[in-house]
């Protein structure tokens, strides 16, 4: 059984499957389009419960910018299906900080769910990287009119290839 860290995103060893690599760096960026949802792979090798999710903001913050991130089950082991927990629209926080959004504690059992995160704004800003390849298939997928998230994602691969620092928390707030 692989252990759980107390925090899951999408650089985490063994748990992400988007194609990062060590020397891949994020900075802050403009979110890439008002209430488009991004859908990030992340596969779930142990029983875990989420207890808080995350997005790391960038550099310039507004609190009118609202988010939502969430985890999606996959659908037939390879495009996001059905939400399982959401944060709803939060107000963006402090600027350059990781923020925290506690949910109701949900168990996952392994496989493959999605992280999803949006943003009302394309001024909301994040850390975030690009692919240098365009992403295909289980990378990235995205979906438009998407704040709040939607119950059940109705995804298209995404034009951006971009990836967010965001992920679930598994321990409860110091």
Request: glycine share 8%; with cysteine; proline share 7%.
């Amino acid at each position: 059984m692989e252990p759980v860290p107390p925090m899951v995103g999408t650089t985490t060893q063994g748990w992400s499957l988007c194609p990062i690599s060590g020397a891949t760096t994020f900075a802050s960026g403009l979110f890439q389009s008002a209430n488009e949802a991004v859908f990030m792979p992340l596969s779930v090798p142990s029983t875990c419960v989420v207890r808080r999710l995350w997005w790391t903001n960038g550099s310039t913050v507004n609190a009118s910018n609202n988010l939502d991130i969430g985890i999606y089950a996959s659908t037939q082991n390879r495009e996001p299906g059905v939400l399982v927990v959401s944060a709803g629209s939060t107000a963006q926080g402090t600027a350059s900080q990781v923020q925290f959004v506690d949910v109701t504690d949900t168990t996952l059992a392994p496989g493959l769910y999605w992280i999803a995160l949006t943003a009302s704004v394309t001024a909301a800003t994040l850390m975030r990287t690009s692919l240098s390849v365009t992403p295909q298939g289980l990378i990235v997928f995205s979906e438009s009119s998407a704040l709040p998230l939607p119950s059940t994602a109705t995804p298209v691969e995404s034009a951006y290839g971009r990836i967010y620092l965001c992920g679930f928390a598994t321990t409860a707030s110091p």
